[in-house]
């Protein structure tokens, strides 16, 4: 099946779109939208495309709590059962790496939790940077700790009409 590529902004960064006809497979977070990969112009959208770009626009306008896009990302049963998991944290909340292992029965698995979390594809959709470390530090995030901070304070504004700093 074909792949396709798309940029779209977003107030952290250009959001790189991949996927094909059907799926969403990756969602990244970039400074730039520069690229050696082929990207479609916005006449060229396969549907699902343009409904992620629609979900995300919501999404970061307040309006929009929970992604309906299709996606699919390739990866083990326990990785698989990770990013199952994080679909269940709600928006504008937290948990833990160690409460994430905890929920899957493998409280031994933390590591591997947060390795599994650290590879999620589909940033933002789901919602790995809704992780974060036992103490309630802000831990590890692939686009940076000022997005992850960004989007927990996004969510939390929306959600419980909080303003300022969390973090």
């Known amino acids: 099946m074909e792949q396709y590529h798309y940029f779209t902004p977003t107030p952290v960064g250009s959001l ?21 990969l082929p990207l479609l112009h916005k006449t060229e959208l396969p549907d699902v495309f343009l409904q ?3 979900e995300t626009e919501a999404y970061f306008a307040g309006s929009l709590r929970n992604f309906t896009i299709p996606v699919a990302q390739v ?28 929920d899957l029965n493998n409280p031994k698995a933390i590591r591997a939790v947060g390795t ?3 590879r999620n594809q589909l940033w933002v959709v789901v919602p790995c940077h809704r992780v974060i470390g036992s103490d309630g530090t802000l831990t590890g995030y692939a686009g940076g700790l000022w997005r992850k901070k960004w989007l927990l304070e996004h969510e939390m504004k929306y959600r419980f009409g909080q303003q300022g700093q969390l973090f």
């Not at 928006?91 to 833990?96: E, I, K, M, S, V």
Request: net charge negative; glycine share 8%.
């Open 16 to 36: 790189l779109i991949a996927g094909t006809d059907t799926t969403i497979n990756a969602l990244s977070i970039r400074d730039n939208d520069k690229t050696d």
């Open 52 to 54: 992620c770009v629609a």
């Open 75 to 102: 990866g083990t049963a326990f990785q698989q059962s990770v990013w199952d998991k994080l679909l269940t944290i709600p928006y504008g909340q937290t948990t833990t790496y160690l409460q994430l292992a905890k």
């Open 116 to 118: 599994t979390n650290g």
